[in-house]
């Protein structure tokens, strides 16, 4: 049975939401050769959205989760390396730098944009961040999902999507790579502002839930 750790910063998460986890968290079978970014999104009854950051290592059985109301995607990456390079540590020397880390992790301020989040992780090390501004389109490469898209994607396709999402048409995007398809699907929600996507969300979909493509409204 796969396991999984999760890790709550800056919002309560409702038990239906963590119920749904598991599957969000190993979507399909996959291979992890290397370790594999991506992210998901859940939606309750307000049409407010969950992102959900995973990190899945190398030849690992298990993946850490991270939740948030914030779509802070290089952010939410970087600490969950540092959750993992931490966790190694603790499992070498049985330090504690893991709980200090992740206690100040959770009671850390929403910094402004552009400026930057320090979280202390033990008594010589603060882990160090800068909050992306998402009043602006996203750069390259500071950008991990557009880089991944315009290396993934080719200028025609592009405009189809970008076209079919401002038609408000129903998209399917599929990929061998899970870190792709989510950094591919954000990076395109991403280029539409100052607009926003408002109907159904789905950067990642478990098999199990097929049923939605189904649905009669755009996606």
Request: proline share 7%; with cysteine.
């Amino acid at each position: 049975m796969r396991s999984f750790v999760k890790l709550v910063f800056l919002q309560k998460v409702p038990k239906e939401i963590l119920k749904s986890l598991p599957s969000f968290a190993y979507p399909c079978e996959f291979s992890n050769n290397a370790v594999q970014h991506f992210s998901f999104v859940l939606t309750n009854i307000d049409s407010e959205w969950t992102f959900g950051f995973c990190r899945h290592a190398s030849n690992s059985s298990s993946c850490f989760v991270i939740l948030s109301h914030l779509p802070w995607h290089e952010v939410f990456y970087k600490i969950l390396n540092h959750v993992a390079e931490l966790t190694n540590k603790e499992e070498a020397r049985k330090c504690k730098d893991l709980p200090v880390f992740l206690e100040n992790l959770y009671h850390a301020q929403i910094p402004d944009p552009g400026l930057q989040v320090h979280v202390l992780s033990s008594k010589n090390e603060d882990f160090v961040a800068t909050a992306p501004d998402h009043e602006k389109l996203p750069s390259i490469p500071e950008n991990r999902n557009m880089t991944e898209y315009f290396n993934a994607v080719d200028a025609q396709n592009m405009m189809i999507i970008f076209a079919s999402m401002l038609h408000e048409r129903r998209i399917l995007i599929s990929s061998k790579k899970l870190s792709r398809l989510s950094a591919c699907v954000q990076a395109a929600n991403a280029l539409i502002y100052p607009m926003h996507w408002q109907h159904i969300f789905i950067p990642v979909l478990p098999k199990h839930l097929s049923d939605y493509l189904s649905a009669p409204m755009p996606f």
